[in-house]
């Protein structure tokens, strides 16, 4: 049974940073394209970030420059650094694979930023 815990959420001022990890189990980690998900009141969920089984990453647009996603393999666990964080950057965020496995989506880690 796969499982993924996202965490590290929380309130942050406009401009401030967040880390957020994804905990995976019961899935060959290692192997797969990773990629973090938000989905902000009243809109559909979007990609923001993936990293493939080597490393190379690709950013949505609107995050580019200021997020980084990273994993570390061997303990199965996906990063989402976020800098500079605007009140658009509002929303529940989700990781998974990519493309998505719907059913791996776990409970999300709310980030709100605002002042």
């Known amino acids: 049974q796969v499982q993924l815990v996202e965490s590290g959420g929380g309130l942050v001022q406009p401009g401030g940073s967040l880390r957020l990890s994804c905990a995976a189990s019961g899935i060959i980690f290692s192997i797969y394209t990773m990629a973090w998900y938000r989905q902000a009141p009243g809109k559909q969920r979007e990609l923001v970030a993936a990293i493939t089984s080597r490393g190379s990453t690709n950013y949505a647009d609107s995050v580019k420059g200021r997020f980084t996603i990273s994993r570390d393999n061997a303990k199965k666990t996906v990063y989402l650094e976020m800098n500079s964080l605007k009140p658009e950057d509002t929303a529940v965020y989700y990781c998974?694979?990519?493309?998505?496995?719907?059913?791996?989506w776990g409970q999300g880690t709310q980030v709100t930023v605002s002042s």
């Open positions: 998974n694979r990519y493309p998505v496995q719907n059913s791996y």
